[in-house]
């Protein structure tokens, strides 16, 4: 017998209206069990447009009206990283429900605090790792467990080429998050990073485009290793141009090998003969897609949102939790740490403070200029000419 939850409509309010806003108001708006309550957005413009599309009326420039007349079950924070701790820790006040873009926030101690909050009243943070419950990772999954690969022993996964740094912050944090689904918790790390060619130090450290906090490292390779002695490679090597297509990830079993480029999936039921992906040796596997039609819905955004409904339905945190959102944080900072000190580094990390403005500061150096927030400037202010920008 279904339970009085499994009928309820859940009611949201979406702060930011720019492309992630976007995105997950209309993944929320799609699902027949979540109600789009209300748009918050400074720019009238921004707000206005994304109302105008899904007919919401109430839109706002002040999120506590919003929160105080819409009484949302759900509150996304769909903004700029640097924000998410300020927004996420005002939504707390009101005891509601968040959703918070990733990564979710840009420190540790950041972090800690939001998910104590949480905690202390009673209510859910989920972080928007779509990915880990998309189309694409629960064909991966469903595969795994029907033990297709036998036991998992290796996890490759390579880059669009960003610049290392804020491409770990930006893709990373996903990726990381597609390892855990099926490693496990992940319990030291051990990585390098160059600039230009040299070890990076205190000096190679910037502000991330984006508001994502610092960073350092044009080329960055970080060895993982997680639960059951599985162990991965991460790469985040900066290249010209940006190929958007170039991200794929490898799981290695005792008896086959997964493999996913952007929502593709095969499988190869040899641990290690490598056959041509147009050969007879690769199994291309159905993804499994939800049930709407909307081709505006991102099907990954939508299994992100009936994984929130199953959740509160069931009393329980989102598979992509404020917990699992800041082991994935953990992972980055702990890469970074291990670029820092050139040594294995073990997780959890009893020092909370950011391992590259720390390192800033026991060198001496100045508090972090300020960087243009898009991803060209950025470039173009870190050094590099517009040929390599391009």
């Known amino acids: 017998m279904d339970s009085p939850k499994s009928k309820r409509v859940y009611r949201v309010a979406v702060i930011g209206c720019r492309g992630r806003g976007t995105a997950a108001a209309r993944a929320y708006h799609a699902h027949p069990r979540t109600e789009l309550v209300g748009l918050c957005d400074l720019v009238k413009e921004a707000r206005d447009q994304l109302g105008d599309e899904i ?111 804020y491409g770990l912050m930006n ?95 095969w499988f190869c039921p040899q641990p290690h003969y490598t056959p041509a992906l147009t050969s007879d040796g690769w199994e291309l596997l159905s993804l499994v897609y939800p049930q709407t039609a909307d081709p505006q819905v991102s099907a990954d955004d939508y299994w992100f949102v009936d994984e929130y409904v199953q959740a509160l339905d069931q009393e329980r945190d989102h598979e992509c939790s404020g917990l699992a959102g800041r082991h994935a944080l953990e992972v980055m900072m702990g890469i970074f740490s291990s670029i820092v000190n050139g040594k294995r580094v073990s997780l959890p990390q009893c020092n909370r403070e950011h391992p590259l403005r720390r390192w800033r500061q026991d060198s001496g150096l100045a508090d972090l200029p300020d960087m243009p927030r898009s991803y060209v400037e950025w470039l173009k202010a870190e050094g590099q000419t517009s040929s390599d920008v391009l």
């Open 171 to 265: 893709i990373g944090t996903h990726k990381i998050n597609d390892m855990l689904k099926l490693a496990g918790r992940c319990q030291s790390v051990v990585a390098q990073a160059t600039t230009r060619g040299d070890s990076v130090t205190p000096h190679d450290v910037h502000q991330s485009p984006g508001g994502m906090g610092p960073i350092a490292g044009q080329h960055i390779t970080a060895m993982l290793q997680f639960e059951q002695n599985v162990t991965g490679i991460l790469l985040h090597h900066q290249f010209s141009p940006i190929n958007l297509e170039g991200s794929v990830m490898e799981w290695y079993g005792t008896e086959g090998r997964l493999f996913r480029h952007i929502d593709r999936v």
């Open 55 to 165: 007919e919401i009326a109430n839109r706002f420039e002040d999120m506590d009206q919003m929160i105080r007349q819409t009484a949302p079950d759900i509150v996304v924070i769909s903004t700029a990283t640097d924000l998410h701790y300020e927004l996420s820790m005002r939504t707390l006040e009101h005891g509601i429900n968040i959703e918070v873009e990733k990564p979710i926030c840009t420190d540790l101690y950041q972090a800690d605090q939001m998910i104590t909050k949480a905690q202390e009243i009673g209510v859910r943070i989920a972080v928007h790792h779509q990915g880990r419950v998309g189309s694409a990772m629960r064909a991966i999954h469903n595969a795994f467990t029907a033990g297709k690969i036998g036991e998992l022993r290796y996890i490759h996964c390579d880059n669009k080429g960003y610049y290392g740094g």
